[in-house]
Structures are given as C-alpha cells and as structure tokens.
C-alpha cells in the first residue's frame, strides 16, 4: 500500500530552520540592549532613593520586608555572604545561556517560543527600569539599616564595590536598575524549563530550588526588594502571554521580506502532497485510458490493440 504523508504536517513544521550562528547575533543584541538600557535609563538620584522608601514603607506595612534580616544574616556570616555574591554576580550570566543553548541542541522544537519568552519579558522589563528607576536597599542610607555585602566581601571577588560590575567598572552599570529584578525572572524562566523538559527527579529538584535561591540571595545582599522579585515574575507572566503575538508579527514581517525579495509564493494545494502518485494498474471511478498510450479506441479490447500490446496490469 502506497505511504502518504498526513495533511497538515508540513504546516505545522518550522518554516525555517533555526542556525546558530542567526541565532547568536540576535541573543546578543538583546543582552546588548539589556546593558544600554540600564547604563541610559538612569534616572535622577532623588526620585530613584523615593521609590526605594515608597517600596520599603509598602513592604513594612504589609510585613513582608524579609531583607533586613536576611542582610544581617549574610552580614554575619561570611560563609554564606561571600557564596552569595558570587551567586548573585556571576549565575545570572552562565545559567541562562546555558539553558538556551540546551534547549537550542537538545530541545529545538520548543526553542523558539522559550527564546522569544524570555526577550519579551527582558524587553518588558527594560520599560520598567526607565519609567521607575530605583534605589536598592543597599544604596539607602545607613539609618535604614542594610549593608552593601558585594561591597563589604568586594576582597574575595572580581567585582568591585559598586554593584556587580568587574573592578574599576562600576560607573558603567546603572545602579538604580532594581525594579523589576531580572535576577529573579530570568531565574524563573530556568526553573520553569528545567521542570517542562529537564525529565528528571533532579533537574525538577533544581529548577524549584534555583529561583527561590535567587530570590532569598538578591534580597540577602541587599540589591533587591521583595516586591522587586515579585514584579520580576509578574513580568515573566506577561512576557509569557505575549510571546505568541510578537512570534505572529515576526512571521508576518519575515514574509513580508520573502516576498518583497522575490520569493516565489507557494500556490500549490496543502491537502496532496507533490509527492503522491497513484500506483500502476489503480483506477479511479469514470477514469478514461489516454487513447496515446495503446493506440486503440476506449472501448477496444486488449487483443484488439495488436499482438505487441503490452498485458494489462493485474
């Protein structure tokens, strides 16, 4: 029996093939988006230290201010501060992409929609660091009872006393960026990966464990607010329902360029495939035989054809 392929298939394929090498390109040009956008978006030092108090005053109110003891402990102890900042400037960096290129190798027909998920949400929250820059914990004055642990452990690392930034840098950061928190939503982002497609007791283990971590680590240096981890999800959650819309209009504008390149349209049908053929000696009802094949008339017979006729196929 003659094997045919199943209508719809091809429609439901990757209309291109993703390569890595367009593929890198564009997740560094988002990371280089990401660092201007922070290092532009700085705000003026005033209205970012008021935002800074507006959350904490909220926070306090509601009880929810888990950072100052959380800071005294990673404060005091220094076996977990010092792991704590590394965590916090350096994981963000290697996890990430780590996953991406996983999904990339292993995971590919879910790559695109992870991809594009986690650039929404990046993109998202760039708007959030320029309409509300905001002072983290550890840049509010002493009286309010945060130490700046990066600053304070700054010997046993690479980083500097100002933020995360490499030694001698950190005028190039800006160091209002602190709502939403990436930290935490890119953490997100991995966990949830990890748990869809990591298939394992293990990698569902990790993928709980590594956002609420971060969480408790970007809180525990005091670079970020509790609410600055919330918003962070929150905007995970809103990058996520908007993923589909801007790989639609990524679609369109792609066939927008194929077609005003050139590109011929495909206007053959997508219920038979090319490839399809009847067998020999298959009739279909009412089918006519071509009078050129044998050279007799439709209602001849074989041995009418002539003795060199080519035996009917059974």
């Known amino acids: 029996m003659p094997k045919t392929e199943t209508p719809g298939i091809e429609a439901?394929?990757?209309?291109?093939?993703?390569?890595?090498?367009?593929?890198?390109?564009?997740?560094?040009?988002v990371y280089g988006c990401y660092s201007a956008g922070r290092l532009l978006a700085r705000g003026d030092t005033a209205g970012a230290v008021d935002h800074g108090l507006v959350i904490l005053r909220i926070e306090k109110w509601l009880h929810i201010n888990a950072e100052h003891p959380l800071n005294r402990l990673f404060t005091r102890e220094t076996w977990l501060g010092v792991p704590a900042d590394f965590w916090y400037a350096s994981l963000h960096y290697l996890i990430t992409p780590a996953i991406l290129v996983w999904l990339f190798r292993s995971r590919t027909v879910h790559y695109r929609a992870a991809r594009t998920w986690l650039m929404t949400s990046t993109f998202i929250g760039l708007i959030g660091f320029t309409l509300l820059p905001t002072c983290p914990p550890r840049l509010l004055s002493a009286g309010h009872g945060f130490v700046d642990t990066m600053a304070q452990y700054s010997s046993y690392g690479w980083w500097g006393g100002a933020a995360s930034a490499p030694k001698g840098l950190g005028g190039m950061t800006n160091q209002y960026a602190a709502m939403p928190s990436l930290h935490v939503g890119w953490a997100l982002w991995c966990?949830?990966?990890?748990?869809?497609?990591?298939?394992?007791?293990?990698?569902?283990?990790?993928?709980?464990?590594?956002?609420?971590?971060?969480?408790?680590?970007?809180?525990?240096?005091?670079?970020?607010?509790?609410?600055?981890?919330?918003?962070?999800?929150?905007?995970?959650?809103?990058?996520?329902?908007?993923?589909?819309?801007?790989?639609?209009?990524?679609?369109?504008?792609?066939?927008?360029?194929?077609?005003?390149?050139?590109?011929?349209?495909?206007t053959g049908s997508s219920i038979v495939s090319a490839g399809c053929q009847t067998s020999a000696g298959e009739r279909f009802p009412r089918q006519r035989e071509s009078r050129t094949g044998s050279g007799a008339e439709p209602s001849a017979s074989p041995t009418d054809a002539g003795e060199g006729a080519a035996a009917a196929a059974r």
């Open 12 to 29: 439901a394929a990757p209309r291109t093939r993703l390569r890595w090498w367009t593929e890198l390109p564009l997740i560094l040009l």
């Open 191 to 266: 966990g949830v990966m990890l748990w869809r497609y990591g298939g394992t007791r293990t990698t569902k283990a990790v993928a709980v464990a590594y956002p609420l971590l971060t969480t408790i680590v970007v809180m525990g240096t005091a670079n970020h607010y509790f609410l600055d981890a919330v918003a962070g999800a929150a905007v995970m959650g809103v990058g996520l329902l908007l993923a589909p819309y801007v790989m639609r209009g990524a679609d369109r504008i792609r066939e927008q360029i194929s077609w005003g390149a050139g590109a011929p349209r495909d």
